[in-house]
Nanobody, 127 residues
Framework: QVQLVESGGGLVQAGGSLRLSCAAS????????MGWFRQAPGEQREFVAR????????DYADSVKGRFTASRDNAKNMAYLQMRSLKPEDTAVYYC????????????????????WGQGTQVTVSS
């Protein structure tokens, strides 16, 4: 089991920045690839970003590309999502998720590709 706890959400004005953190515990963090997803009210959970087990590769949804940056610190068992130039449409509950990097990956851009989830943190961007 991997336990994930997000933090860093809040209320910010459009154009502002936030950094989300995801603290992992329970297993060797470096064995897991990480994903970030978000879910707005009445919407499906959508892919935001992902980062490989060693941080060597990242990938982003088109809607956040150039504004969001995923990173990780395996020594601290932490993953991060730096969000800049926030827009009202970024308002959602943000989740970090983990999947074993050394098992069949499934859909790395969809929720089914991840086995472990945090509780989510609310991000609200005002106009």
């Amino acid at each position: 089991q991997v336990q994930l706890v997000e933090s860093g959400g809040g209320l910010v004005q459009a154009g502002g920045s936030l950094r989300l953190s995801c603290a992992a515990s329970g297993r060797t963090f470096s064995n897991y690839r990480m994903g970030w997803f978000r879910q707005a009210p009445g919407e499906q959970r959508e892919f935001v970003a992902r980062i490989t087990w060693n941080g060597g590769s990242t990938d982003y949804a088109d809607s956040v590309k150039g504004r969001f940056t995923a990173s990780r610190d395996n020594a601290k068992n932490m993953a991060y999502l730096q969000m800049r130039s926030l827009k009202p449409e970024d308002t959602a509950v943000y989740y970090c998720a983990a999947a074993n990097a050394f098992q069949p990956s499934g859909n790395v851009y969809g929720p089914t590709g991840y086995q472990y989830w945090g509780q989510g943190t609310q991000v609200t961007v005002s106009s």
